[in-house]
């Protein structure tokens, strides 16, 4: 089985542009989440989902920072406009219902 | 407060000796799922072994073993017989499950296996 795609594995762009990151969670999961992890602050919850609904974004930094989820196998997080201290692995992570969630590979993001 | 607390930011062990990674954790709600994670050099996050609140016996995963306390609230992950693999970042987490399965992950242990 597939388990949970993200794209880009790196991304690495100037301060002030848009920054997109994609992820696939595993087909038939209902919970996915977006996850920050930097040496200062380890692994921060951002945002996390249910069923595509949107249940706790109090992890998101400011309103920089949005996520969406417009369907069960794909979900997005942007951040606009991307500032250097956004750099970071940022992971997504997919599980059924209390299961263990599996992680992607994560997205290494440098804003220069 | 923390909800999960990892007081050993880092170990050494032997090779071939056992190992414990300490976890505290901290809620009042009485369902809750317990999670250990491996994060090795390369990055991933490896799920190694889970633990319910309500589970009589404590999980076991091949070498990997969960001491679970629940009047202490501990978590403890033991390793048996560590191998150089072993060496990596390993995160203590829990999932409450009476706060819509909200994630809280610990600050983390960097083990490292001596030849």
């Known amino acids: 089985d597939a388990g949970v795609i993200q794209s880009p594995r790196h991304e690495v762009t100037e301060m002030g542009q848009e920054v997109t990151l994609r992820c696939k969670p595993i087909?038939?999961?209902?919970?996915l989440f977006w996850y920050r992890q930097t040496m200062m602050r380890g692994l921060e919850l951002l945002i996390y989902f249910n069923n595509n609904v949107p249940i706790d974004d109090s992890g998101m930094p400011e309103d920089r920072f949005s996520a969406k989820m417009p369907n069960a196998s794909f979900s997005t997080l942007k951040i606009q406009p991307s500032e250097p201290r956004d750099s970071a692995v940022y992971f997504c992570?997919?599980?059924?219902?209390?299961?263990?969630?599996?992680f992607g590979d994560g997205t290494r993001l440098s804003i220069l | 407060a923390q909800k999960i607390t990892q007081t050993q930011p880092g170990m050494f062990v032997q090779e071939k000796e056992a190992v414990t990674l300490d976890c505290t954790y901290d809620?009042?709600?009485?369902?809750?799922?317990l999670f250990w994670y491996k994060q090795p050099s390369s990055g991933e996050m490896i799920f190694l072994i889970y633990q319910g609140s309500y589970d009589q016996q404590n999980a076991t995963e091949g070498r990997y073993s969960l001491n679970f306390q629940k009047a202490r609230k501990s978590a403890n992950l033991v390793i048996s017989a560590s191998q150089l693999g072993d060496s990596a970042m390993y995160f203590c987490a829990m999932r409450d499950e009476d706060n819509f399965n909200k994630f809280y992950f610990g600050s983390g242990t960097k083990l490292n296996v001596k030849p």
């Open positions: 087909s038939g999961h209902d919970y």
């Open positions: 992570a997919s599980s059924l219902d209390t299961q263990p969630q599996h």
């Open positions: 809620t009042s709600d009485p369902s809750y799922g």
